[in-house]
């Protein structure tokens, strides 16, 4: 989603040369979740208009209420698109509605690692399509999550897929939304501020991360495929989630490679991101999104 609209939304961001065809790509992937011509003619004319800056969210959604008369949230009203189709067009992914959008387009909230040569594809979702599963009292608990684990690994086929198309230099999707954590760990008080040099998001490890072949240096790729998920580590992880979490690698065509590891999103449990997402990024020799802030 647009970085600089924290919310309720759920993103997968696929950045990409501004110089590829990235739009021949995007419009194969559109017809893939089933928009005709017409749908994804408009919806590649919406995506030019706010690369071209003329329509950012933040002035089109200003001025909407809440029930009570309140001024809404601009992430409020930007996830109310994802529910009801109005601006941005809408694709049922199996049984969740997703959409594509432009993250961060001229560098709208002003981030440091924001660079004009790429595009940022945002593939949206409100979070009730990851939480808002029904309990079924007859299945428990776990076939609740089994269900939306199947959401979470919907969204890394969706993500592998329009990389695919577009032959994107990096992806990147976590459980939550990604905008904040690059810019909360560059604070001076997170534990992992690095000693020099501005954090990109390609210098972390996410729940879904994919490389494109010049981000694949032989010794990286190499530590990619030795990774592995030790049963202690597992150990640590809460009973319920711990079937959903596995390491999933894909091999893409053009050269590429994925890794996911977390298949529940929209959620995780205190102190989960210290026993699983750190010691993996630590052996890739990334960064990781566990954001912890000295007092």
Do not use: C
Not at 32 to 42: I, N, P, S
Not at 233 to 255: K, S
């Amino acid at each position: 989603m647009p970085l600089a609209l924290p919310g309720r939304t759920k993103d997968a961001v696929i950045v990409v040369a501004a110089s590829a065809d990235w739009r021949t790509g995007v419009a194969a992937f559109l017809q893939g979740l089933g928009g005709d011509a017409e749908r994804v003619g408009r919806h590649l004319a919406l995506l030019d208009e706010r690369a071209a800056g003329r329509r950012p969210w933040l002035r089109e959604l200003a001025g909407r209420t809440l029930p009570n008369g309140r001024p809404m949230p601009p992430g409020r009203a930007y996830a109310e698109l994802l529910v009801a189709e109005s601006a941005l067009p809408l694709y049922d992914a199996g049984g969740f509605l997703v959409s594509l959008d432009l993250h961060n387009p001229g560098n709208e909230a002003g981030v440091s690692w924001h660079d004009p040569a790429m595009v940022e594809l945002a593939l949206v979702a409100d979070q009730s399509a990851f939480t808002g599963e029904p309990f079924d009292p007859a299945g428990g608990v776990e076939q609740t999550l089994a269900r939306r684990a199947e959401r979470g690994a919907r969204v890394g086929e969706l993500v592998a897929t329009l990389a695919e198309q577009v032959q994107a230099r990096f992806a990147y999707a976590d459980v939550g939304t990604t905008g904040g954590v690059v810019t909360s760990a560059t604070s001076s008080t997170s534990v992992v501020h690095p000693a020099e040099g501005p954090l990109r998001p390609e210098d972390f490890l996410w729940s879904i991360t994919l490389w494109g072949p010049e981000l694949l240096d032989p010794a990286f790729a190499a530590r990619l495929e030795a990774l592995s998920i030790p049963d202690a580590m597992l150990a640590q992880i809460d009973p319920y989630i711990r079937p959903h979490v596995r390491l999933e690698r894909r091999r893409l065509a053009y050269g590429a490679r994925m890794l996911q590891f977390r298949f529940l999103f929209g959620s995780e449990q205190r102190g989960e991101r210290a026993h699983l997402d750190s010691p993996l990024a630590e052996r890739l020799r990334l960064w990781s999104t566990n954001l912890q802030y000295r007092a």
